[in-house]
């Protein structure tokens, strides 16, 4: 369930502040590449995150092929898409369309939602036989991002926190509405194959909300375990660099393995 908790997966320094972060320039593009096992052996996910950062405009597309370990999807081949909008300085995101495909499941479904006015409206094609009990109502709707956008959110310092890595994140996925509430760490070396150096390290718990099967929302247990992510400065943006979680078989953890923040790369 890590992209219902990684894509995030996507900085200024700890001690600055969200304001001072809105007046930096930010990248034109940011792409990540990420690897991850858990008891270190067994391997478990592989992603990637693009976000296109325009004028007034953003981008971003992911793909998770994972082994249901992860927060954000529990499916196991996902490529996904998301395209909307941003404000003066542009790090406040609001997206207009978003879709995912998953390869795997077998059912040629593609999981859409648009964004009416704010308000996050599924579009899927063939329609679950559920939408959960209780569904996300049209108010649980309303604000809320896709799971892409989130993960961009968090990269540009999301606006809800005054500082990176603070505050909450309403999400939803074209069925489920949950929040994602961050909570900051410290600053703490990572040594990765794509990136070495300090980067922030940051507490997130997925907090459900609606639009559950009986069965399937996270239990308690579920939601009081973080997901740990290491955010790095880079550009004026706080990309992830590291994620961990606690699973039921061992600890998973997923590092970043290509990064690159800067110019629309050709």
Same mark, same amino acid.
């Given at each position: 369930?890590?992209?219902?908790?990684?894509?995030?997966?996507?900085?200024?320094?700890?001690?600055?502040?969200?304001?001072?972060?809105?007046?930096?320039?930010?990248?034109?593009?940011?792409?990540?590449?990420?690897?991850?096992? %858990?008891?270190?052996?067994?391997?478990?996910?592989?992603?990637?995150?693009?976000?296109? #950062?325009?004028? +007034?405009?953003?981008?971003?597309?992911?793909?998770?092929?994972?082994?249901?370990?992860?927060?954000?999807?529990?499916?196991?081949?996902?490529?996904?898409?998301?395209?909307?909008?941003?404000?003066?300085?542009?790090?406040?995101?609001?997206?207009?369309?978003? /879709?995912?495909?998953?390869?795997?499941?077998?059912?040629?479904?593609?999981?859409?939602?648009?964004?009416?006015?704010?308000?996050?409206?599924?579009?899927?094609?063939?329609?679950?036989?559920?939408?959960?009990?209780?569904?996300?109502?049209?108010?649980?709707?309303?604000?809320?991002?896709?799971?892409?956008?989130?993960?961009?959110?968090?990269?540009?310092?999301?606006?809800?926190?005054?500082?990176?890595?603070?505050?909450?994140?309403?999400?939803?996925?074209?069925?489920?509405?949950?929040?994602?509430?961050?909570?900051?760490?410290?600053? /703490?070396? %990572?040594?990765?194959?794509?990136?070495?150096?300090?980067?922030?390290?940051?507490?997130?718990? #997925?907090?459900?909300?609606?639009?559950?099967?009986?069965?399937?929302?996270?239990? /308690? /247990? +579920?939601?009081?375990?973080?997901?740990?992510?290491?955010?790095?400065?880079?550009?004026?943006?706080?990309?992830?660099?590291?994620?961990?979680?606690?699973?039921?078989?061992?600890?998973?953890?997923?590092?970043?393995?290509? %990064?690159?923040?800067?110019?629309?790369?050709?």
């Amino acid at each position: 369930m890590l992209f219902r908790t990684a894509i995030a997966a996507f900085t200024a320094t700890a001690a600055l502040s969200g304001a001072q972060a809105g007046a930096a320039a930010l990248p034109e593009q940011i792409h990540v590449e990420y690897s991850g096992s %858990v008891l270190v052996a067994v391997p478990v996910a592989n992603i990637t995150i693009t976000a296109w #950062l325009h004028e +007034d405009t953003y981008a971003g597309a992911a793909n998770f092929r994972a082994g249901g370990l992860l927060r954000w999807f529990d499916d196991t081949d996902i490529n996904a898409t998301t395209t909307g909008y941003r404000d003066n300085p542009g790090r406040a995101l609001s997206p207009w369309r978003y /879709e995912h495909f998953n390869h795997a499941s077998g059912t040629n479904r593609t999981v859409g939602i648009d964004f009416e006015d704010g308000r996050a409206v599924p579009d899927v094609n063939p329609p679950f036989g559920s939408m959960g009990e209780p569904p996300a109502s049209d108010e649980e709707r309303e604000g809320a991002l896709d799971p892409v956008t989130a993960m961009i959110s968090i990269m540009l310092s999301q606006p809800q926190g005054e500082r990176p890595c603070e505050g909450r994140i309403p999400v939803f996925d074209g069925k489920a509405r949950y929040d994602l509430r961050l909570e900051r760490g410290s600053m /703490e070396q %990572v040594n990765a194959r794509g990136y070495r150096g300090q980067a922030l390290r940051c507490r997130i718990f #997925l907090e459900p909300i609606s639009g559950y099967d009986e069965g399937r929302k996270p239990t /308690e /247990e +579920d939601t009081a375990r973080p997901i740990n992510v290491w955010l790095a400065d880079m550009e004026g943006a706080w990309v992830p660099v590291r994620f961990r979680a606690r699973t039921r078989i061992g600890d998973a953890t997923i590092t970043a393995t290509r %990064v690159y923040a800067g110019p629309m790369a050709q």
